[in-house]
């Protein structure tokens, strides 16, 4: 499956191939940007700038090599 018809499966109630995965799709699921940097650490990627798109809630904005290593389905089109 595609992540599109990964995502619209879940949407639809029916059974996708594997459990569709977000992070930061949405301005509510990122991760935190203190967090953040720890994360690509323990996953050995090199260290880049953390840009926070959210002040509030101090949310990173996740670089496209992290939503790769996750196999993420989601990305933010806003």
């Given at each position: 499956m595609t992540s599109r018809e990964r995502v619209l499966a879940?949407?639809?109630?029916?059974?996708?191939?594997?459990?569709?995965?977000?992070?930061?799709?949405?301005?509510?699921?990122?991760?935190?940007?203190?967090?953040?940097?720890?994360l690509r650490a323990a996953l050995g990627?090199?260290?880049?700038?953390v840009y926070v798109y959210d002040p509030v809630q101090q949310?990173?904005?996740?670089?496209?090599d992290v939503l790769d290593r996750f196999g993420v389905d989601t990305i933010e089109l806003g």
């Open positions: 879940t949407l639809n109630h029916q059974e996708p191939d594997r459990i569709a995965l977000d992070l930061s799709g949405h301005r509510s699921s990122g991760i935190s940007a203190v967090a953040y940097p720890k990627l090199p260290p880049r700038p949310l990173a904005i996740v670089d496209e």
